[in-house]
């Protein structure tokens, strides 16, 4: 079972900086890629940013430069640094864990989310 812990939302002004965290809890195979999602009212959920095993790092345009995602993989964290915040970041933010299990002929994959941080940023 795999249980993901977020922490670190809230409410800051437009410009702040807040620092999101999810903690992972358990395991379920092999841990693939982890993200950041992040859902505002009346739209769908988007991805923020991506980080493969191997590091690799995906961010989505509207935040780069702006937002940094990273791992400690000793403390099985996943971080999501957000500078210069603006009120179109306001959003529920979700953690994401891809875990593969199975024989290598027929790898399987599951999805887990963390329950949600509420993320709002007042002009």
């Known amino acids: 079972q795999v249980q993901l812990l977020e922490s670190g939302g809230g409410s800051v002004q437009a410009g702040g900086s807040l620092r999101l965290a999810c903690e992972v809890y358990?395991?379920?195979?092999?841990?693939?890629?982890m993200g950041w999602y992040r859902q505002a009212p009346g739209k769908q959920r988007e991805l923020v940013a991506s980080i493969t095993r191997a590091g690799g790092i995906n961010i989505a345009n509207s935040v780069k430069g702006r937002f940094t995602i990273f791992r400690d993989d000793a403390k099985n964290t996943l971080y999501l640094q957000m500078n210069s915040l603006r009120p179109e970041d306001t959003a529920v933010y979700y953690c994401?864990?891809?875990?593969?299990?199975?024989?290598?002929?027929?790898?399987?994959?599951?999805?887990?989310w963390g329950q949600g941080t509420q993320v709002t940023v007042s002009s």
């Open positions: 994401n864990a891809v875990f593969s299990f199975g024989p290598v002929e027929n790898v399987q994959t599951r999805n887990y």
């Open positions: 358990g395991s379920a195979g092999s841990r693939d890629g």
